[in-house]
């Protein structure tokens, strides 16, 4: 049974009226299979997302792809070009999610890629490249702290020691594999070769609100943010709230708020910079003491690197003279860094035109969240479309959405592009 014709058992309108309204529809039928009765989570190889992966290879298969569920979860459906030497564009994006998510981060972007391919397949018409549409199987990290689990290991970036990494349960990734059945070293044997690759392309929600504020159903990403992320630990001296002139104080809470302005106020300087203090924590706080030790994180993100290290730069002087200043100890240590991954010039042009023969100014932004697209940097030419975000822009909640309307767009603009990919 076809996608197309599959409305009797799943609500679903034929792709070819409607792409938006499928898609809409399928990622309606995925949330069913959910670890929590009262959202959507569903983390990586939990029964919820065994059924998922289920579900869509069994969509792929009715869409008239070759489909595979690889050894780490992955499911890939191929269209063959006709020409068997032909390179392979690959159309991804993730099936699992946060906990308690939205229908459509990652989702999106496979039923996408799903609903253009078996256009393609009812049509017979055959592309100069193969084309696969892959559901990645772990982007967010959220089960072994570990993201792009999937992606990585199709482009040929996967660390090894990833398979160490333990869930709550104290479970190792090697052994929820082997359970599984799969020999751990089968990994490396997914990665494509770097020459067998057209391009990678995403279609994602956008997560944030920017669409939204342009009116824009659509907009194509220059570049996915690099980040760096610390840890800092503010020592001053505990004291009685009650006897200790303020002039005497060494207030580690005082001078974290003050760091925490000092962010804001530098990564509000300049354009694609973002600078985030999520964390922060007065160990063994009293109301009637003043705070000894704070202890708080820094996420600083920008789609240039140079950017985003002149940032860091003044950020981290900043904090030497706040320190100073107010008598305390300010350790800073860096825990990740990940550069910037731009997108090719060659798949935004593709975007640009596509999104102007759909008749839509072509609008450009940065990504500040990480995508599967970030480990094709470097190994072949990546292109992202952004699909605007409803609800003020929220994501990674059940209150995310987006419209039938800018679904079916975002469809409609990814099949141009591959038609006029030469």
């Not at 696969?132 to 702290?145: D, H, K, P, Q, T």
């Not at 985030?276 to 690197?305: F, K, M, W």
């Not at 010039?345 to 940065?366: E, H, K, N, T, Y």
């Not at 909640?397 to 419209?403: D, G, I, K």
């Amino acid at each position: 049974m076809s996608v197309a014709n599959s409305s009797s058992e799943t609500g679903m309108t034929s792709p070819l009226k409607s792409f938006g309204a499928n898609v809409l529809a399928m990622a309606r039928q995925l949330a069913q299979w959910s670890e929590a009765t009262d959202g959507l989570t569903c983390t990586y190889f939990s029964p919820a997302h065994r059924a998922v992966a289920a579900q869509l290879r069994a969509w792929m298969e009715a869409a008239g792809l070759e489909v595979r569920i690889d050894s780490v979860g992955n499911v890939v459906g191929r269209y063959a070009s006709a020409d068997a030497s032909a390179k392979t564009l690959i159309v991804g994006s993730h099936y699992d999610t946060v906990v308690n998510a939205g229908l459509y981060d990652g989702r999106l972007g496979v039923l996408t890629g799903l609903v253009v391919a078996e256009h393609f397949v009812r049509a017979g018409s055959r592309l100069p490249f193969h084309l696969e549409v892959i559901g990645f199987a772990e982007e967010e990290g959220v089960r072994f702290s570990a993201p792009y689990l999937g992606s990585s290991a199709i482009a040929g970036c996967f660390d090894k020691t990833t398979l160490q990494r333990r869930d709550r349960g104290g479970v190792t990734l090697e052994a929820v594999l082997k359970d599984s059945g799969v020999d751990a070293t089968a990994v490396a044997a997914l990665a494509r070769p770097k020459a067998s690759l057209r391009g990678y392309l995403e279609v994602h929600i956008e997560q944030g609100p920017v669409l939204l504020e342009e009116n824009l159903a659509v907009g194509i990403v220059t570049a996915i943010d690099g980040s760096s992320r610390f840890r800092i630990v503010i020592d001053g001296v505990a004291g009685h709230a009650g006897t200790v002139p303020m002039a005497l104080r060494h207030d580690a809470a005082a001078a974290a708020a003050e760091i925490v302005l000092a962010v804001e106020r530098r990564c509000g300087e300049a354009e694609d910079l973002v600078g985030t203090v999520g964390q922060l924590a007065v160990p063994n706080g009293a109301i009637n003491v003043i705070p000894g030790r704070c202890e708080l994180s820094l996420d600083v993100r920008s789609g240039v690197d140079a950017i985003r290290e002149a940032a860091i730069a003044d950020i981290l002087a900043a904090i030497r003279e706040i320190a100073a200043r107010r008598g305390v100890t300010a350790t800073v240590n860096e825990i990740a860094h990940h550069a910037a991954v731009p997108c090719a010039d060659a798949m935004q042009a593709a975007w640009a035109q596509s999104v102007a023969r759909a008749g839509i100014a072509p609008f450009r932004l940065p990504s500040g969240a990480g995508h599967d697209a970030a480990m094709f940097g470097g190994t072949t030419d990546i292109g992202m479309l952004f699909v605007r975000c409803g609800n003020g822009g929220i994501s990674h909640s059940p209150l995310e959405t987006v419209t039938v309307e800018d679904a079916d767009i975002a469809a409609r603009i990814l099949l141009d592009v591959l038609v006029n990919l030469a």
